[in-house]
């Protein structure tokens, strides 16, 4: 579903980890990324908390790989 105007978005491509959306109706484009595992709940409508939470939790685990 589209970020910005919650509109549902059309999958353009598909990859191993990721997929790559965009929307039809304010043409946003966005990816989604299946890396960390699959999703237990739907991705969306999120807020921007929760948003900002994944964020921090990639940097994280990033820190984290960095160190190997
Ligand atoms: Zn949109």
Same mark, same amino acid.
């Given at each position: 579903? %589209? @970020?910005? $105007?919650? *509109?549902?978005?059309?999958?353009?491509?598909?990859?191993?980890?990721? =997929?790559?959306?965009? %929307? @039809?109706? $304010?043409? *946003?484009?966005?990816?989604?990324d299946?890396?960390?595992?699959?999703? =237990?709940?739907?991705?969306? @409508?999120?807020?921007?908390?929760?948003?900002?939470?994944?964020?921090?939790?990639?940097?994280?685990?990033?820190?984290?790989?960095?160190?190997?």
């Amino acid at each position: 579903m %589209c @970020p910005r $105007c919650l *509109e549902r978005a059309e999958r353009v491509t598909e990859g191993i980890e990721d =997929d790559s959306y965009e %929307c @039809p109706s $304010c043409g *946003e484009g966005f990816g989604i990324d299946w890396s960390h595992g699959q999703p =237990d709940r739907p991705c969306w @409508p999120t807020t921007a908390r929760e948003i900002e939470e994944a964020r921090l939790t990639q940097a994280c685990l990033k820190g984290e790989r960095s160190e190997d």
